[in-house]
């Protein structure tokens, strides 16, 4: 599939980011270039003045009063890119390191930072050959050992992947004829510093989350569905009594996607009412729904923000840089943190329904779904592996944002770890999927199991034919595992099924 190119003009928004991540193409536009540009000039101003900038001509963190000489400034760049070098551990996906280098050209992209358009390009130029920096995941508080790994690449360091190729740097850019790069004054400390990392993550983290709602929705309907639920509870005037807009939102799709259902016509009036893990699927989800959308304003306002320090500003006659603290990531960090809490909650609830499709004392169905209840035991021990990743999930919801830590000789002592709160983020909602997945295996083996001959609902009915495309009835004649994963690369594409055009297109 052709992917589209997306250019920088203004502040990407966190969906750019998220199809760029993907394989879109990144150009700057000519007003994004002069930025870039003028920027640079104030940099250089301020070095020819010798005027004192934090990171220019003086060393960073707690050696931000030992001023460096100008002969040196350059060492200054290359040392602090291979200081800060430290990640430790399994590296991040194509698809993350492609969005934290979005993130990174479009905050210098606003102007303010002042690394050269040479700089720029060279992230771009990634991008374009889809030459992926070795970036590992772990041992950073914030953002800075993600960005140096990345800034290696740039002094023709490091280590690339192509493909399922890893590769040396210098390799990669000897074969296409391109040089690595001298850093000059500010560069270095400006390609490791700010928000890109969490907020590239985070944009991922976003669409991954919209796709997961969207199938929640879908999946939750199906066990509702099986377990014969009173279709009464999501009546549209009394979710409307909830004054939530999101919630009556997905108490619409699920009227939508049960119409037509001769499953549910013909249990109406058999329970006076559902389980919480049934009849509040409106209310949780459509909390969900809402932590999503205030995150993802957090995510586009932090995009539209400079998050460099210093920053620099004025004139070239008058060039000022301004340290600050605008490379602090409290807001989407809290933001990561709120949304890892509402999608292991909704998650939570999906284990429940899983319990209630395997437990004979509750569905009506063989006990565990299993074809030959007692020489098989069906997916007893699929709902185990859900309760332990629910488990996980609550681990993983613990703030981030509260870790805390001083570092830097007292310089650095207040910590938000943004970017450990989106890592979070990422792993709960690996967890979300698989357990979802777990969900959508189940209710499909149901509707095998389910006595009589009565008819799902269309929607419903769509949904199961897609699954039995990919993943045949379970009779413990194979690793139940290699089926969790076929549906869970179901999961992670958008739903093909159109079950509500308003809210699907």
């Not at 004829?177 to 991922?204: D, F, H, I, R, W």
Request: hydrophobic letters at 45%; glycine letters at 8%.
């Amino acid at each position: 599939m052709r992917m589209s190119t997306i250019v920088l003009e203004a502040p990407l928004s966190w969906r750019q980011v998220a199809a760029i991540a993907e394989g879109a193409s990144l150009v700057l536009s000519q007003p994004a270039e002069q930025r870039i540009r003028t920027a640079r000039q104030l940099v250089e101003a301020i070095v020819s003045k010798g005027i004192r900038a934090y990171g220019v001509n003086t060393g960073v963190g707690a050696l931000c009063d030992v001023v460096v000489d100008a002969s040196q400034l350059r060492q200054l760049s290359r040392n602090i890119v291979m200081s800060h070098a430290v990640g430790v551990g399994p590296s991040f996906g194509r698809r993350e390191v492609r969005a934290i280098i979005a993130a990174a050209i479009n905050n210098f992209a606003h102007g303010r930072s002042g690394v050269r358009l040479e700089v720029v390009e060279r992230l771009g130029w990634l991008l374009h050959q889809d030459v992926i920096p070795e970036v590992p995941a772990a041992g950073s508080v914030g953002y800075l050992s993600h960005m140096a790994h990345i800034a290696l690449t740039v002094l023709g360091e490091g280590y690339v992947r192509r493909g399922a190729d890893r590769r040396d740097t210098a390799d990669v850019l000897r074969a296409a004829q391109v040089a690595p790069l001298t850093l000059e004054a500010k560069e270095g400390l400006s390609l490791v510093n700010g928000t890109p990392c969490v907020t590239g993550l985070m944009c991922l983290g976003l669409l991954r989350t919209e796709r997961l709602l969207n199938w929640a929705d879908v999946i939750s309907a199906m066990s509702f569905e099986n377990l014969h639920g009173q279709i009464r509870a999501f009546d549209p005037e009394a979710l409307a009594l909830r004054a939530s807009p999101a919630l009556c939102e997905v108490g619409e799709r699920l009227r939508s996607i049960l119409d037509g259902s001769a499953l549910l016509a013909g249990s109406i009036g058999r329970r006076t009412q559902d389980p919480l893990s049934l009849r509040a699927i409106p209310h949780v989800h459509g909390a969900a729904r809402e932590m999503f959308a205030r995150t993802a304003t957090v995510v586009d306002a932090e995009l539209a923000a400079v998050t460099d320090n210093p920053i620099v500003t004025g004139t070239p006659d008058e060039p000022r840089a301004l340290s600050q603290a605008n490379a602090m990531g409290a807001a989407i960090g809290l933001a990561a943190d709120a949304l890892g809490v509402a999608m292991a909650e909704l998650a939570a609830m999906a284990e429940r329904r899983i319990d209630r499709l395997v437990n004979p004392l509750v569905s009506g169905l063989p006990p565990f779904l299993a074809s030959d209840s007692g020489a098989g035991s069906g997916f007893m021990i699929a709902q185990y592996a859900a309760v332990s990743m629910v488990a996980e999930n609550r681990r993983l919801a613990a703030p981030a944002s509260l870790d805390g830590g001083v570092t830097s000789g007292l310089q650095e002592d207040h910590l938000c770890h943004a970017t450990p709160a989106a890592i979070k983020l990422l792993k709960i909602l690996d967890n979300a999927e698989y357990i979802m997945s777990i969900e959508l295996l189940a209710a499909a083996q149901a509707y095998d199991l389910q006595a009589g001959s009565l008819a799902r609902a269309p929607n419903t009915e769509i949904v199961y034919r897609a699954v039995r495309a990919r993943v045949a009835h379970y009779r413990d004649d194979r690793p139940l595992h290699v089926d969790i994963e076929r549906v869970r690369d179901i999961i992670r594409v958008p739903m093909a099924v159109d079950v509500d055009a308003d809210d699907e297109r």
